[in-house]
């Protein structure tokens, strides 16, 4: 799949910015749909029913995905959604959450919510977003089987206001699309009136400044984290904020942990402007 075409990519910023999220139709094929599924089939097994009404009772939700599902990095760096992410977001944002959650019949509508305020932030809305979250469908989302729903318009709304039944849109679309939306956009899950499940991954990003909703660095050791692509590490956090050293380990750039050739910026000739306000005892050799 190419990278969103600049005109594809204006419209969907537009969309972003008007409703708060926006749908791309039939991103990724049925083959990879059936390997992360094959990947996801041992842990959704019915023996981790979601344990409150937000996880959902009739739900099944898999964390750590990275760790468990190789396939995900695929779409968690799709290059028809990068684009969209690297417009909405500071470089080196980070993957916040990644999981896997899979709506069972007789699932009732989760509670409605935004994402980006997992760490109760002190910035009430309305305000900017802090991340941008994704939900790819594995399954069709129909009319009846829990499909995500959202509230348009809702992330330039104030703490206070509710959503009303008639401002709820329900977000069918077929298996292999996903929807790219705000942190600061009301939404939840659907109630499962069906016979059948409705499987759903979705990767969250957040400011590189911010604390991961998931714990990256233990969600996926470096062992594992080795095995990605840079950007995927990155996301996780295996960087550091430019200029400065914000993200550093035991003194060192985190890249040291998964890659003992990796040259620090001095090495590659770049200054270290945060390094210059430090003592020299507060000062760690080429971050
Ligand atoms: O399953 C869904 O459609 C939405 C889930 C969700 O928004 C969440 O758990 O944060």
């Not at 075409?5 to 999220?21: K, N, S, T």
């Not at 799709?78 to 899979?102: E, K, M, Q, T, Y």
């Not at 980006?116 to 910035?123: C, S």
């Not at 890659?259 to 210059?276: I, V």
Request: net charge negative.
């Amino acid at each position: 799949m190419a990278n969103a075409p600049a005109r594809d990519l204006a419209q969907h910023l537009q969309r972003i910015e008007v409703d708060g999220f926006t749908i791309l139709p039939k991103v990724i094929d049925t083959e990879l749909i059936t390997a992360i599924k094959h990947e996801l089939s041992p842990f959704l097994q019915g023996q981790h029913p979601g344990r409150n009404d937000f996880e959902g009772l009739y739900s099944e939700r898999v964390y750590a995905l990275l760790s468990k599902a190789p396939s995900i990095a695929k779409i968690i760096e799709h290059p028809a959604v990068l684009p969209i992410l690297d417009a909405l977001l500071p470089p080196g944002f980070l993957l916040s959450a990644a999981l896997a959650i899979d709506v069972h019949p007789g699932e009732t509508p989760q509670p409605m919510h935004i994402d980006d305020n997992a760490g109760n932030l002190p910035f009430p809305r309305p305000r900017a977003h802090f991340g941008v979250s994704t939900i790819w469908a594995l399954d069709d989302f129909t009319a009846d089987n829990g499909a995500t729903e959202v509230v348009a318009g809702s992330h330039r709304w104030p703490e206070e206001r509710q959503a009303k039944e008639d401002e709820i849109t329900q977000v069918v679309m077929p298996a292999g699309s996903v929807i790219v939306f705000l942190g600061t956009l009301l939404h939840r899950g659907g109630a499962n009136r069906s016979a059948s499940d409705r499987l759903a991954i979705t990767p969250q990003y957040c400011m590189p400044g911010l604390r991961q909703i998931e714990n990256m660095a233990l969600a996926v050791p470096p062992s594992v984290a080795g095995q990605y692509s840079p950007r995927i590490q990155e996301m996780l956090g295996y960087a550091t904020i430019d200029p400065g050293f914000m993200g550093y380990v035991d003194g060192v750039h985190p890249k040291r942990l998964i890659d003992p050739d990796y040259q620090g910026r001095r090495a590659r000739g770049l200054e270290s402007p945060g390094l210059a306000s430090l003592t020299e005892s507060q000062q760690f050799s080429n971050p």
